[in-house]
């Protein structure tokens, strides 16, 4: 297969995070396809489970 996995595009001011509207900070992009946003906060709280579905993880923040 050669599907072409793009790169992801940086988050910007409009992203906001899919659970709370905060500015998010963190993408996550799921094998089953489909990406969600989160804040920092979220991205935190769902890590666990973003693990579990093995997403994707693309922290913007600068660590
Ligand atoms: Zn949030």
Known sequence: MNATL???VALTAADRCDRC???A???AILPAGGELLFCGHHAR???TRLEELEA???DTREN
Request: glycine letters at 6%; aromatic letters at 0%; zero cysteines.
């Open 45 to 47: 709280q769902h890590s």
């Open 21 to 23: 509207g905060a500015a």
């Open 6 to 8: 793009s790169t992801p």
């Open 56 to 58: 994707q993880l693309h």
């Open 25 to 27: 900070v963190v993408r």
